[in-house]
């Protein structure tokens, strides 16, 4: 079955980094879109960044456009979010997502985020 398994969340200072990954199982990784999106404490759902099935074009939400990078290995079925520039706004739960612009069917846990001094 789909497995979708982040790691790499923790607690950041402000202005600092963290790389978050998602192991991808049960699927075609390759031929999937992905998506990453968070939810902040009291928030709704969040979209953060998604990505093409071979990683030709990304997109991202405006509150992070320019400090969150999105990528993919698709040899190892690791979806990847470098994030820079943390902000105490970017705490938060993120998760993976199987699916992009014809819609989401597969969610992982999420790995949490706590940016703070």
């Known amino acids: 079955q789909v497995q979708l398994v982040e790691s790499g969340g923790g607690l950041a200072q402000p202005g600092g980094s963290l790389r978050l990954s998602c192991v991808a199982s049960?699927?075609?990784?390759?031929?999937?879109?992905m998506t990453w999106a968070r939810r902040r404490p009291g928030k709704g759902l969040e979209y953060v960044s998604g990505i093409y099935s071979d990683g030709s074009d990304t997109y991202y939400g405006g509150s992070v456009k320019g400090r969150f990078t999105i990528s993919r290995d698709n040899a190892k079925n690791i979806l990847y979010l470098q994030m820079n520039s943390l902000r105490p706004e970017d705490t938060a739960v993120y998760y993976c997502a199987k699916g992009g612009n014809y819609g989401i069917d597969y969610w992982g846990k999420g790995t949490l985020v706590t940016v703070s001094s």
């Open positions: 049960g699927f075609t990784f390759s031929g999937s879109e």
